[in-house]
């Protein structure tokens, strides 16, 4: 089992910067992912950000340019810099761990942090 815990989500104004946080504890795959997703009110869940284990990135197109995830394999933490924040990235924020082996992935998920920008 994995355990994910959030930080950092909050009420900022628009064009403002929030940082998240995430920390994973327990059984934590050497070939993994963590990431960021979100759920807006009334619209499905997305993905928003992705890092590897190696580092590769992944990002929304709505994000590109704004955000930008990061992590500390060490430390087991996942962040996501946000910056020129617009209302519409209102939303709760979850972090996400998918553990790999072979064609196998065990994903896990954070409990949520509600991020509301204001115009």
């Known amino acids: 089992q994995v355990q994910l815990v959030e930080s950092g989500g909050g009420l900022v104004q628009a064009g403002g910067s929030l940082r998240l946080s995430c920390a994973a504890s327990?059984?934590?795959?050497?070939?993994?992912?963590m990431g960021w997703y979100r759920r807006a009110p009334g619209k499905q869940r997305e993905l928003v950000a992705s890092i590897t284990s190696g580092s590769s990135t992944n990002y929304a197109d709505s994000v590109k340019g704004r955000f930008t995830i990061s992590r500390d394999n060490a430390k087991s933490t996942v962040s996501l810099q946000m910056n020129s924040l617009k209302p519409e990235d209102t939303a709760v924020y979850y972090c996400n761990l998918d553990n790999l082996s072979g064609s196998a992935r065990f994903r896990y998920w954070g409990q949520g942090t509600q991020v509301t920008v204001s115009s």
């Open positions: 327990g059984s934590i795959f050497s070939t993994n992912a």
